[in-house]
């Protein structure tokens, strides 16, 4: 096993005073599951001082309480700067039992006091209506991790100490939980840890042998298997193993403070020496029983250190004497009168074992990132213009452009800002950073790498749940980043969205808790030009899942070329608590719009171009043509000019937009038009095609409440995907210019007789199409090629 440096462990004075907190936390715990009256037990244990509905997790607490109190030893022995996550989030109550003994949680909310009246408020909130929720959550002061949905807890802790080269993250990961796959998928996060910029991340894989009902994968495995597997990932895991609460203490107050030690060994090393090779960063292996210290046995069946230990223990105690008097034992086997005065206050010489002011877990600043947020420097995005001399009749790649701008942004923000991509940055074009930084490694390098150090700042990793978990880490400590992905490969992280997005809207609400960096994606390689792909690369629903999400936390946006791209990446990088995508293609693209117009059209969100439309801007028109997204604006302009062609009497409005929360009404999202504006793009009662960079679903769901909302007749990606070319892609879709045109002719006003034979030439088009794409594997030069010209 592993050689331990000489760390004596603390006087027995000092482990009893840290058990008696141990015991005091643990004593809260139960508290908030059970009690709605007699928070010290002064008198008799009654049915109606219990809770009705008994909810809450007790079998991880004792361990995070355990933990919590050693933190609080070295935190403050060491003047640390520590943040606590639990990845078992479902211990809520334990995170709030210390940070509500260390003094934390009176401090941000002074109407629990530290007395009997805050201690029955604190228990009465509890997993109540109107009170706290039962996982560790946004309310908890000293968290940035809810640990609800489990596996996240080392990309986040990993996120967070990038850059923060004094903080240690100590990140406890239940054995349950280490089954999940990105967390199984994490551990890797000390590849990208150099310890001459960023802090260090201690997890403490704890092995209390459950999840809910089964043993856990860890739990029955040898140490030396789990050494051998920790090893094999560079760490050097460090075991206590124990039910005898003195003896854990003590064991476990020398495996913290080795951890520490070495951890300082480590820093102090690479940052007098200079960083040589990936140093072997400790973990800690803790085996203790699932509901350590609570009932042993109920109703002959052993509880405690089992599965059944993981909810409630005692689960019908109002209506069985028995519970309740089992439940009174054991809240009485903590000895709160030894614990607590008369009037609820903590006993002095426990209290003094809390660290001061912010070095306190529940105070620390990192974990309300909001507070050490310094806005970006950024260059002025209008450097960047690229020249549009008459709209639609020059290409090129708008993510490239948007590659210089981030290189600069790289320069300007050395220290708090980084890019987070699965291994695309230079696919997606945005290969211009790597003339400011690298990317990052801190594993061996060899001579054929390329742009790869260990100083690098772009942090490549080829798992979108490291990627979106690292960034989220590094924006709640209040830095900045993107994480540029597939737009396909986004719905990877789906989950991981739908969670960040609940936890900013959460905070919304807590005036405490200060705003941070909003989390940006940029999705590019998108379903309609993947070229060198196929269908399993096409999917937009990344989309779908932003916009279920609470509108005041999501933003989406399809710039149709690079001046929209620039405004809108600005827009994104200086704006807090959102969930930003922005969604664009990486292939040569046709471009729109002047940086001055791009400005104003991206300030209003949506706009028509008078440029491609057929009617005069003061003229009501016979139907509008609508779009959103590259490719679905290429397309449109297209229609606009074959119908000029073709069809000239027919009054056609376009209609761009951008900002997609632009098209709900103001009610359901504040970026939503008023009624007058969107009347003024869209009519109050004209037809409109529309087409759609995603599934057409989202848009019909998105206008939902605005006038006549049948008239929107939506062309979008309808899962027709394969490796083909790019104007096969739209006409397998039906989004294709040829496809607007005749909705364009069957929708609007009588033109089914007028037309028929612009339907045969659309038609004929569609054939002429196939015939060639299948003969030559190439579109036809016409679309290919395709300018607009008067
Ligand atoms: C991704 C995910 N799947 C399932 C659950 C439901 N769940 C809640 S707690 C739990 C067991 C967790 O076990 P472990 O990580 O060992 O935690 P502990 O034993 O410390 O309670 C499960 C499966 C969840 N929260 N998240
Ligand atoms: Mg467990």
Redesign the pocket.
């Known amino acids: 096993m592993t050689k331990i440096l000489a760390v004596t462990p603390p006087a027995d004075e000092l482990l009893h005073k840290m058990d008696a907190w141990w015991r005091a936390a643990n004593y809260l715990n139960i508290g908030q599951i059970y009690l709605m009256a007699n928070p010290l037990v002064q008198e008799p244990l009654k049915a109606e001082h219990i809770k009705p509905r008994l909810l809450g ?1 007790w ?2 607490s004792p ?1 995070l309480n355990l933990i919590y109190v050693h933190l609080n030893r070295l935190i403050k022995e060491q003047d640390l700067n520590v943040i606590y996550m639990a ?2 989030g ?2 809520g109550p334990a995170l709030v039992a210390n940070v509500y003994l260390e003094g934390s949680y009176t401090d941000h909310f002074p109407e629990i006091t530290k007395d009997k009246v805050g201690l029955l408020k604190l228990f009465r909130q509890f997993s109540t209506p109107g009170g706290i929720p039962s996982h560790v959550s946004a309310p908890t002061p000293g968290s940035i991790h809810e640990g ?4 996240y807890v080392l990309v986040h802790a990993f996120g967070a100490v990038m850059d923060n080269p004094d903080l240690i993250v100590a990140a406890v ?6 089954e ?1 796959g990105p967390l199984e998928g994490s551990w890797k996060g000390n590849r990208f840890i150099n310890p001459t910029r960023d802090g260090a991340v201690l997890p403490i894989l ?1 092995l ?5 009902s089964g043993p ?1 994968v860890w739990a029955r495995e040898s140490d030396e298997r789990i050494a051998k597997f920790l090893e094999g990932h560079g760490y050097e895991p460090l075991f206590v193993e124990g039910d005898n609460p003195m003896e854990v203490h003590r064991a476990f107050a020398v495996c913290l403070e080795t951890a520490i030690l070495k951890i300082k060994n480590i820093q102090k090393e690479a940052r007098e020496n200079g960083f040589t090779q990936r140093p072997v960063w400790p973990a800690i292996v803790l085996r203790t029983p ?1 509901g350590w210290t609570g009932p042993k046995v109920v109703d002959g069946v052993p509880v405690e250190g089992t599965f059944r230990a ?1 909810q409630v223990p005692l689960s019908s105690v109002r209506d069985n004497p028995e519970h309740l008097k089992m439940l009174e034992e054991w809240l009485k086997s903590y000895k709160p009168e030894e614990l607590f005065d008369e009037n609820g206050a903590l006993q002095p010489e426990i209290a003094e074992l809390a660290p001061r002011g912010e070095r306190r877990m529940g105070s620390n600043p990192h974990a309300n990132g909001g507070k050490l947020t310094i806005p970006l420097d950024l260059p002025a995005y209008s450097n960047y213009a690229v020249e549009v001399p008459a709209p639609a009749t020059t290409r090129l790649e708008s993510t490239r452009e948007f590659g210089k701008f981030l290189r600069d942004i790289y320069k300007r923000n050395p220290k708090n800002f980084r890019l987070f991509c699965p291994d695309e940055t230079n696919s997606n074009r945005r290969g211009a950073v790597f003339e400011e930084t690298d990317r990052c490694f801190v594993s061996e390098l060899i001579d054929i790498d390329d742009h790869v150090s260990h100083e690098g700042r772009v942090m490549e990793v080829l798992s979108e749940h490291n990627c979106h978990g690292w960034l989220e880490g590094y924006n709640l400590t209040g830095r900045h980043g993107l994480f540029a992905t597939y737009e396909a490969f986004a719905m990877v992280v789906d989950s991981m969205a739908m969670q960040h997005a609940k936890w900013l809207e959460h905070c919304l609400r807590i005036s405490w808790r200060k705003p941070v960096p909003s989390l940006n994606y940029l999705l590019t390689s998108t379903c309609w030009r993947n070229d060198h792909n196929g269908f399993s690369h096409q999917g937009p629903g990344f989309i779908d899942n932003l916009v279920n999400k609470r509108p005041e936390v999501v933003r989406v946006y399809l710039p149709p070329d690079a001046n929209s791209l620039l405004c809108v990446a600005d827009h994104c990088l200086r704006s807090v608590n959102y969930l930003n995508a922005i969604v664009i293609d990486k292939q040569p693209q046709l471009q729109y719009l002047t940086m001055a117009q791009a400005r104003e059209h991206c300030a209003r969100g949506a706009g028509i171009w008078h440029w491609c439309s057929n009617v005069e801007a003061d003229e009501e028109p016979d139907i509008v043509l609508a779009c959103a997204g590259d490719i679905a604006t290429q397309e449109t302009v297209a229609a606009a000019w074959l119908l000029r062609k073709h069809l000239p009497e027919v009054k056609v409005r376009v209609v761009n937009v951008v900002d997609l929360m632009a098209l709900p009404p103001r009610d359901k999202h504040p970026h939503g038009l008023d009624q007058g504006d969107f009347a003024e793009l869209f009519t109050m009662d004209k037809p409109v095609v529309f087409a759609f960079h995603g599934y057409p679903g989202v848009v019909h769901q998105l206008i939902h409440g605005r006038p006549d909302q049948d008239r929107f007749h939506v062309r979008g990606y309808i899962e027709e995907g394969t490796t083909t070319t790019p104007f096969d892609m739209v006409v397998l879709n039906k989004m294709s210019r040829v496809h607007l045109c005749m909705d364009v002719i069957r929708y609007g006003p009588n033109l089914v007789e007028k037309a028929p034979r612009m339907l045969s030439v659309a038609n004929d088009v569609l054939l002429e199409h196939r015939r060639y794409v299948n003969e030559h594997f190439e579109d036809m030069p016409a679309i290919s090629d395709w300018v607009w010209s008067d």
């Open positions: 997790h079998g991880t361990g990845g078992p479902h211990g609800g949905e489990l596996g990961v239940g054995d349950g939980e280490a999940t704890h209390n042998g459950y999840k809910i856990t699932k993981h």
